[in-house]
């Protein structure tokens, strides 16, 4: 004779859906957004004051002020040309 246990039991919640990223880095695919007024993308400016790109605070990863990859840096440190 087999004696089932009646304890009540708790569902699994169902799988959390990832949050869909506003501002997604093109590199590393994480979120780069704040809110309406600020990002955190930090930014490159040249020997003028002129903002020339911007940088991934996650991977590292260089881009231009139209989001084209110019340098991607890897696990190791080493630096690549985009």
């Known amino acids: 004779m087999v004696i089932q246990s009646l304890l009540h039991m708790q569902k699994k919640p169902k799988a959390t859906r990832k949050k869909k990223a ?3 880095c093109p590199v590393c695919d994480k979120d780069l957004y704040l809110d309406n007024k600020y990002t ?8 003028y004051d002129k903002l020339i790109g911007w940088v991934c605070p996650h991977c590292d ?8 990859l110019v340098r ?9 040309e985009a």
């Open 22 to 24: 506003i501002d997604p």
């Open 40 to 47: 955190e993308k930090i930014g490159l400016i040249d020997e």
């Open 61 to 68: 990863s260089e881009f231009d002020t139209e989001d084209h």
């Open 72 to 80: 991607i840096i890897g696990s190791s440190g080493q630096r690549g």
